[in-house]
C-alpha cells in the first residue's frame, strides 16, 4: 500500500476515534483539514453502509443474488448520505436564523459528518433482542458527537446546539412530508426495485424477522431425521 493512502487512512480513523471519544481537537481538524470534505463524506458513506448493513441481513437470509445484494447496500448508503446533507443543511439554516452564526456551511458539513462516526456500528443494531437499544446507545452517542462538533465550529453553547439541533430536525420532517414526499417514495422504489425484496427499516420488524428465520433454522435442524 503507498505511503499517502496508509498516512491518509491513519488520518481519517484518528479522526473518527477522536469523535468516538468526543475529543474537541477531532472536529477542530476536520475543520481546517485539506480533505476534511472528503473525509466526513467517507464517515457519513460508510455509517449509511454499516447501517444498510444491519437492515439487509433480511435479504441475506432471503437468498437475494450477490449483485442485488451489493447495488442494494450501495443505494442505501447513497440515500443515508443524501438525508443527512439536507439534515445539516436544516440545522447550518435554523442556526444562522435564530443566533446569527456566520460559518460557511461547508464547516458544518465537515464538522457534523465527522459526528456520524459512532453510527459506524450501526450494523449491530441486526442482533436479535440487542437491536433496538443499540440504536438508541448510538443516536445518543451521535447526538453527543453533533453537539460537540457543532459547538467547537460555531462557538454555540450547549443548550443553543441542541436547539438548533431540534428545530433543524423539526424542519427536516416538515420538509420530508412535504416537498420531499416523492423524492423518498422514489428512494424508497429504487431500493426495493434493486434489492428485489422490500427491505425492513422498522427494528422491531427486523428483530422479528431475523429472530424468526432463526427459529425456523433451529426446528428444521432439530427436526427428526428421516
Keep these: 500500500m503507498p505511503a499517502e493512502m496508509t498516512y491518509s487512512l491513519d488520518q481519517f480513523w484518528r479522526l473518527v476515534q477522536g469523535a468516538n471519544a468526543l475529543h474537541p481537537e477531532a472536529f477542530q481538524?476536520?475543520?481546517?483539514?485539506?480533505?476534511?470534505?472528503?473525509?466526513?463524506?467517507?464517515?457519513?458513506?460508510?455509517?449509511?453502509l454499516s447501517q444498510s448493513i444491519g437492515q439487509a441481513i433480511v435479504l441475506f437470509l432471503n437468498q437475494v443474488k450477490p449483485i442485488r445484494f451489493v447495488l442494494s447496500l450501495g443505494i442505501a448508503a447513497l440515500l443515508f448520505a443524501f438525508s443527512a446533507a439536507f439534515w445539516m443543511l436544516?440545522?447550518?439554516?435554523?442556526?444562522h436564523l435564530l443566533y446569527g452564526v456566520d460559518v460557511s456551511f461547508l464547516k458544518v458539513f465537515r464538522v457534523l459528518g465527522l459526528a456520524y462516526a459512532p453510527l459506524l456500528w450501526s450494523f449491530l443494531v441486526a442482533i436479535p433482542y440487542l437491536g433496538v437499544?443499540?440504536?438508541v446507545v448510538l443516536s445518543v452517542w451521535s447526538l453527543l458527537a453533533f453537539v460537540r462538533g457543532f459547538s467547537v465550529v460555531t462557538e454555540l453553547d450547549r443548550w443553543q446546539v441542541l436547539g438548533s439541533a431540534l428545530l433543524g430536525w423539526v424542519v427536516f420532517q416538515i420538509m420530508q412530508r412535504t416537498v420531499g414526499r416523492p423524492a423518498i417514495a422514489l428512494?424508497?422504489?429504487?431500493s426495493n426495485s434493486v434489492a428485489g425484496a422490500p427491505?425492513?427499516?422498522?427494528?422491531?420488524?427486523?428483530?422479528?424477522?431475523?429472530?424468526?428465520?432463526?427459529?425456523?433454522?433451529?426446528d428444521n435442524s432439530s427436526g427428526p431425521s428421516q
Design 29 to 48: 481538524a476536520i475543520e481546517t483539514h485539506a480533505n476534511g470534505t472528503l473525509l466526513a463524506i467517507a464517515v457519513i458513506v460508510l455509517a449509511g
Design 90 to 95: 436544516s440545522v447550518w439554516g435554523v442556526s
Design 133 to 135: 437499544p443499540l440504536n
Design 187 to 190: 428512494g424508497h422504489w429504487v
Design 199 to 218: 427491505l425492513i427499516t422498522n427494528l422491531r420488524q427486523l428483530e422479528q424477522t431475523v429472530q424468526s428465520s432463526f427459529t425456523k433454522g433451529s
